[in-house]
T-cell receptor
């Protein structure tokens, strides 16, 4: 079975500052990793995914994440945030084979301050 | 093209009533998932379809929950004899076949049980 831990429930950051949202996972099998963003009263939008290959993954809206197998982490970063990045961010893991369901973390609320 | 469409967006029901939630996946997507998102939490897996076959229903919380996808396209999640703890946002997602295919989410149905 897989599990995901997002240690920070809320992250306040000033506009144009860098941000890192942390995600750690646990799994006994190979996994795929995803970051999604959720704006109020909306569904989840895919930011980026790690399937294999390069451990640095670039996504939409200037976000990137780095897969670290030894630390079982997949932290999300952005060098300069905007007010519009204020949202809930979810890390998710799925087994590379077998059932395709996602296991989500509890989310991190990013609040960008002017 | 059109994304995943869910209806209704909001549903209010009295405890004990039956409800039906509809999901129209992206055309051609073989895989369809239902998730339940409680307030302030990450989505939790309910069930998974590949075409019309329900391959995994391990996340359904009780036998009051039932899902179907009879023609391999539109899916319905039915909850019988609703209870207050069923109040949540129900998210539907679809994807191409394969565990490396990202899931595309609808905006969800917010269910409130009075």
């Amino acid at each position: 079975a897989q599990s995901v831990t997002q240690l920070d429930s809320q992250v306040p950051v000033f506009e144009e500052a860098p941000v890192e949202l942390r995600c750690n996972y646990s799994s006994s099998v190979s996994v795929y990793l995803f970051w999604y963003v959720q704006y109020p009263n909306q569904g989840l939008q895919l930011l980026l995914k790690y399937l294999s290959g390069s451990t640095l993954v670039k996504g939409i809206n200037g976000f990137e994440a780095e897969f670290n197998k030894s630390q079982t982490s997949f932290h999300l970063r952005k060098p300069s945030v905007h007010i519009s990045d204020t949202a809930e961010y979810f890390c998710a893991v799925s087994a590379a084979s077998g059932t395709y369901k996602y296991i989500f973390g509890t989310g991190t609320r990013l609040k960008v301050l002017a | 093209g059109a994304g995943v469409s869910q209806s209704p967006r909001y549903k209010v029901a009295k405890r004990g009533q039956d409800v039906a939630l509809r999901c129209d996946p992206i055309s051609g997507h073989v895989s369809l998932f239902w998730y339940q998102q409680a307030l302030g939490q990450g989505p939790e897996f309910l069930t998974y379809f590949q075409n019309e076959a329900q391959l995994d229903k391990s996340g359904l919380p009780s036998d009051r929950f039932f899902a179907e996808r009879p023609e391999g396209s539109v899916s319905t999640l039915k909850i019988q004899r609703t209870q207050q703890e069923d109040s949540a946002v129900y998210l539907c997602a679809s994807s191409w076949q394969g565990s490396n295919q990202p899931q595309h989410f609808g905006d969800g149905t917010r269910l409130s049980i009075l």
